[in-house]
């Protein structure tokens, strides 16, 4: 009898650690999500992105003055999956690609794996994802390029305004802003403002 | 019965004991002595040499050649201030109002023709991976032969310690199959912002990647280190036996974001790279 309690009791034991092991710690809630989002151009452009150094950068980049272009057909589409990093609620990781399209050229790109976004909950509950995604893109000359896209999106309505960055410091990078930030409220500002990376 | 489990195990144990290569440095211990690779920095602004450092990057190395088993420690650092200045970013009030670092990546590499032969081989990388706000802990070590600032120190050592700094997204670390010569750690260190007259720090105690501009790019690393850190990476790695005179490449770049005022709507861009080629062995 005693023998057969402890192979029982070892049975048991088996049983819970096998299992354990394959569930990990417990559930996750959150699952990875696929997003699809598109913006049109828009002229919202910084100051600072407006210099005659800009304007060279983006007229060779994406073939046109994005420092003084305020209406052309031209947009910007992000494919992107978001991985959920387990017990980790404020950021996540980003693969994808995309384009910016000017008129008839499309200039694609693809997520770089450096790529890592904040996330919160607004106090509506709703979602904010905000932060850099990190690309290469063929520019207008057929060269690389390296793409950052800034991003203030709200999945849940669809909401969102992407700043663009392409090129480097060293060489010159353009600037072009997709979209409109008319729903950046003050509660995202300062969700965004007190997160120093 | 029992023996006979006793048995398998320990002959299994034995077996993966042989199976996992040994490292040289396995006494756990990262610090040491390392011989100074010099620094560099990358002073371009659109085609033409501001004179400004963007971003800067300094690389020290040590071998064993009787394990054929090198360690080699980059070190790189931001520069908002100098950033600021080279863009040319004063007077943008009340449209912009900060500029900060987003992300630093920091890549050991080598071009040398023997590496895609797999004649180099990264056994490891510290920090590893992390998912959480994560402190990247300070270390002391003595650097030999010292490059900085001061050409009389080239033959002495100085210790070099440095304090943690802070990525406040943890540390991610690339690298691709096939390519065992080549890994990226990415940094997004939390180190405050600077608006055009101050430099903001955030954090206790202070957490700096950003070299001010007050201190040039000599200096980095050696007596100043203790203050300013950087984002630091240790990686160890293993040469094919009888290889000399081999060549690393370690390299960064820097992401950094100006921030508007209100609403806060950011932008995002690079440096150039930064590298610093150098032989080991």
């Known amino acids: 009898v005693n023998k057969t309690k402890k192979l029982t009791f070892v049975a048991v034991g088996v049983c819970v650690v ?36 800009n304007a060279k950068a983006s007229k060779e980049k994406l073939g046109f003055d994005t420092t003084t272009t305020t209406n052309i057909d031209s947009e910007v589409k992000v494919n992107f999956k978001v991985h ?85 410091m ?28 | 019965m029992k023996f006979k489990i006793f048995k398998v195990l320990t002959i299994a144990t034995i077996l993966i004991s042989f199976a996992i290569p040994q490292n040289a440095f396995a006494d756990g211990d990262p610090d040491g002595s390392y011989w100074d690779k010099d620094r560099s920095y990358n002073s371009f602004i ?27 420690r ?56 992390e998912t959480n706000s994560f402190t990247v802990p300070g270390l002391a070590y003595t650097i030999l032969g010292y490059f900085g600032d001061t050409p009389s120190l080239i033959l002495g050592s100085i210790e070099a310690k440095i304090n943690s700094i802070k990525s406040n997204s943890g540390v991610k670390v690339l690298s691709e199959s096939g390519r065992n010569y080549d890994k990226t750690l990415v940094f997004y260190p939390n180190d405050g912002w600077y608006d055009g007259t101050k430099n903001y720090y955030t954090g206790q105690p202070i ?13 980095a690393d050696g007596e100043v280190v203790g203050k300013y850190s950087g984002v630091d990476m240790l990686i160890t790695y293993s040469l094919d036996a009888g290889v000399k005179a081999f060549k690393l490449w370690p390299q ?20 150039g790279a930064v590298w610093l080629e150098h032989t080991v062995n």
């Open chain 1, 170 to 197: 060293d060489s010159g990078f353009a600037a072009a802003t997709f979209g409109n930030y008319d729903f950046v409220s003050e509660e995202m500002t300062n969700i965004m403002k007190n997160e120093v990376n």
């Open chain 2, 207 to 219: 957490e700096k990647a950003d070299l001010p501009a007050t201190i040039p790019f000599r200096k």
């Open chain 1, 18 to 53: 096998s299992l354990s092991l394959i569930f990990g710690s417990g559930f996750t809630v959150e699952k990875d999500k696929d997003y699809s989002i598109s913006e049109k151009y828009s002229n919202h452009l910084s100051v600072f992105l407006k210099k005659e150094r």
């Open chain 2, 252 to 271: 960064g770049q820097v992401q950094y974001k100006i921030t508007t005022s209100s609403p806060a709507l950011t932008y995002y861009f690079w440096t």
């Open chain 1, 84 to 168: 959920v990093i387990k017990d980790q609620p404020s950021f996540v990781d980003v693969t994808g690609n995309g384009v910016i399209r000017v008129e008839k050229d499309n200039f694609n790109f693809k997520i770089l794996d450096s790529t890592r976004l904040h996330k919160a909950q607004l106090g509506n509950g709703n979602t904010l994802i905000w932060g850099p995604i990190d690309g290469i893109l063929k520019n207008k000359k057929g060269e690389d390029d390296m793409l950052t896209l800034g991003i203030t999106y709200i999945p849940e309505t669809n909401q969102k305004f992407i700043t663009s960055t392409i090129g480097t």
């Open chain 2, 46 to 72: 659109d085609g033409n040499d501001v004179s400004l450092s963007t971003v800067v990057i300094s690389a020290k190395a040590t071998y064993k050649p009787s394990a054929n088993q090198g360690r080699e």
């Open chain 2, 74 to 129: 980059i070190r790189m650092w931001a520069r908002v201030e100098q950033v600021w200045n080279a863009l040319d970013l004063n007077g943008g009030f009340p449209d912009y109002n900060n500029l900060s670092i987003s992300k630093m990546n920091l890549r050991f590499y080598s071009r040398d023709s023997r590496a895609t032969g797999g004649a180099l081989q990264i056994l490891a990388n510290d920090p590893v991976e």
